[in-house]
């Protein structure tokens, strides 16, 4: 709840404090989080073994945190979905299948960024 009295940098703060709670609580309780955070550990040290340049790191921390943002987005959704209407509904299902799209099209984008890295230097090897 908002203070009134609260100025602009305690509002701020209390924002951040939020931000951090909710990833907390993604962290510790979603799966699909807990598998992207692995994979993305996985690819990061990839990046790391095969020294890739700073231009490929930013692409692939930016696919890391679209897949990290469409999964979070994702989870809140159907949390809300479930909340409004728990039984199974054909609306609400529709609703969570366009949400969980996003995380896909998200994944999606990350492996052709992956592959775009990757698959010339995995061939180099070879």
Not at 96 to 115: P, Q, T, Y
């Amino acid at each position: 709840m908002k203070n009134p009295k609260d100025n602009f940098i305690i509002e701020r703060i209390r924002s951040i404090k939020f931000s951090f709670r909710g990833i907390w609580f993604l962290i510790t309780t979603e799966s699909s989080i807990k598998a992207q955070l692995f994979i993305a550990i996985l690819v990061s040290l990839a990046g790391i073994y095969f020294q890739i340049n700073s231009t490929e790191w930013i692409l692939q921390t930016l696919a890391i945190g679209l897949v990290l943002v469409a999964e979070s987005l994702n989870t809140g959704i159907e949390k809300l979905a479930d909340f409004i209407h728990p039984e199974y509904h054909e609306k609400i299902g529709f609703i969570k299948d366009v949400s969980a799209g996003s995380s896909g099209i998200a994944a999606i984008i990350s492996l052709i960024i992956a592959g775009i890295i990757y698959i010339p230097k995995i061939t180099l090897l070879f």
